[in-house]
């Protein structure tokens, strides 16, 4: 399954029915497990994001349909961010080139005067 951190900014509406999104929050739980989604996490936070979340998908396309459906509802704004964990970046870094091997950074022309 791929992993995402979810960071989400609530709208005008979404601040006007704030007093509702924990149940909002538990409707769309429930929903995004019956699709297959596992949401480990759900978070309100303080700071320039109003709700962070950890979400397990089935799938980057289911992922990008259920954002879709989450803006959707106007609600809030939502960033998603693919997130690997140690094991997977492990395999990442075993399939780049090592640093010696890779090409050298481009030289920057002097300016002329």
Same mark, same amino acid.
């Given at each position: 399954?791929?992993?995402?951190?979810?960071?989400?900014?609530?709208?005008?509406?979404?601040?006007?029915? $704030? @007093?509702?999104? $924990?149940? =909002?929050?538990? =409707?769309? @739980?429930?929903?995004?497990? =019956?699709?297959?989604?596992?949401? $480990?996490?759900?978070?309100?936070?303080?700071?320039?994001?109003?709700?962070?979340?950890?979400?397990?998908?089935?799938?980057?396309?289911?992922?990008?349909?259920?954002?879709?459906?989450?803006?959707?509802?106007?609600?809030?704004? /939502?960033?998603?961010? @693919?997130?690997?964990?140690?094991?997977?970046?492990? =395999? $990442?870094?075993?399939?780049?080139?090592?640093? /010696?091997?890779?090409?050298?950074?481009?030289?920057?022309?002097?300016?002329?005067?």
């Amino acid at each position: 399954m791929a992993k995402y951190v979810v960071l989400y900014k609530f709208t005008a509406e979404g601040a006007r029915n $704030i @007093r509702d999104t $924990i149940k =909002r929050t538990g =409707r769309i @739980r429930q929903d995004n497990a =019956r699709a297959g989604f596992k949401v $480990i996490e759900v978070l309100w936070t303080q700071g320039a994001y109003d709700m962070v979340a950890l979400v397990d998908a089935p799938s980057e396309e289911a992922m990008m349909g259920a954002m879709l459906n989450v803006v959707s509802a106007g609600n809030v704004t /939502s960033t998603p961010l @693919r997130a690997f964990d140690a094991m997977e970046m492990g =395999r $990442i870094l075993a399939n780049t080139l090592p640093l /010696s091997q890779a090409p050298p950074p481009a030289k920057k022309r002097a300016a002329k005067k």
